[in-house]
């Protein structure tokens, strides 16, 4: 059992607290949001995240997990520290590392003893030295500790499961001595021979961004495929399970859609860019996804254009989704915020809904009709939008939905509702790289 310090209690920070309380150690989670943390300690989740309330309920009331935003007290009471604050995109499309180095002061300044200082953040490769090399200045010399790299795989959505039993651990560092309190501070994980790998901490650094970088490829050369079949009549989802059954290829990730969001592949992928340019190196293949998926929102509004007949000023069109993927509250880098502006730039009225997202994105876009529920989206919409895989919308009677809705033009940006059932129920419709039912 390990005394842990966890800076940053956002959707990484809290997951990762909780997780690590209910490994058995002792927790504390900071952050420097009051309002985050008054809800916590008041019995409150502050995002949606399946299962993460069970799991912080039980280790708040087990005593191993608890909440503040006086941070140094909580540094000089714990053996490791957990870097988990945001590393947004920059203005120059790198890394924004200004969180990171301010919490990195404050360990210096708090340093009392030695400590592990664990950076789970995704940061730029080489952050490892500068966290150091702040640390170092701050607490001189008389102080011991190590700085070790813990990439984070979670997904949002699914990010407990993927926390408590995940595919590997990653662990950079160079001091047996920090490895070894990562091992006590994982020890559930050890015991259950979960994969370890061990690294330097440059190349743990390196395989948090060539993994979601290499997902973001992944999800745009699907999304290239279904383009193409669009033009071509072939079906992407035939395609796809003809490829993933191909286990150098594997089937995840092979879902066309809107274009990958959300806080990580998009950020993630202009920072690797942007750091091997740095280095005189040329990441031609992970630009060409950004440049592809920076368009792909479009194929989607092509639809909408088609199904109008290229105007739809004045019309009513629903949104259902608007969370980047389901199961998640979460709406940074949506693809379905492009497509809301497109929509309002055509005069088009918009009526929006989604079970989770929709106070988060009222901050971004608050001009917009927001809907108590799917019934009210789309009552006397002319059209229809489809840009989150939820499984409410994946289980809509599509009957009741034609006879609450004005118009019958769909287009689903996600592929989950039956081409055969549109069509029974009248709708003149648009997916992603399905070719029209006869
Ligand atoms: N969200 C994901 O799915 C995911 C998955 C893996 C890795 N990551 C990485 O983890 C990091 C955190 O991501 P997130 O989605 O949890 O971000 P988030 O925005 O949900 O949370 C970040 C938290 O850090 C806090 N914070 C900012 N500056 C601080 C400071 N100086 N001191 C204390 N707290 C501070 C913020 O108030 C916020 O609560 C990022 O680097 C991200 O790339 C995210």
Known sequence: MKRITVIGTGYVGLVTGAGLSDFGNQVICTDINEDKINKLLSGEIPIYEPGLKELIDRNVSAGRLTFSTDIPPALKKSEVVIIA???PMGKNGGADL?????????????????????????????????IREIIEKISGDSQEFDVVSNPEFLREGSAVKDFLIPNRI????????????????YRPLFINETPIVTTDVLSAETIKYASNAFLAVKISYINELANLCDATGADVHLVARGMGLDG???????HPGPGFGGSCFPK?????????????????????????????WMQITNKLDTLFKDSFEGKTISILGLTFKANTDDVRQSPATPVIEYILKQKGNVRAYDPEGMANMKKLLPGINYCESLQKAVE????????TEWHEFRAMDLKKIADLMSGNI????RNILDPKELKKNGF?????GRPNVK
């Open 85 to 87: 604050v945001w590393t």
């Open 98 to 130: 200004s969180a990171v180095k301010s919490v990195a002061k404050m360990i210096g300044e708090n340093l009392n003893g030695y400590k592990v200082i664990c950076t789970k953040s995704t940061v730029p490769i080489g952050t490892g030295k500068i």
């Open 170 to 185: 990653v662990i950079g560092s160079e001091s047996e001595r920090a490895q070894k309190v990562m091992k006590q501070v």
């Open 248 to 254: 150098r290829i594997s089937s995840k990730f092979l």
């Open 268 to 296: 993630d992928t202009s920072a690797l860019v942007h750091m091997a340019k740095k280095e005189n190196v040329e990441m031609k293949i992970v630009n060409a996804a950004i440049t592809s998926n920076s368009i792909q």
């Open 380 to 387: 006397g919409a002319d059209g229809l939008m489809i840009m």
């Open 410 to 413: 769909i287009v689903d940006a």
């Open 428 to 432: 003149i419709f648009e997916n992603v």
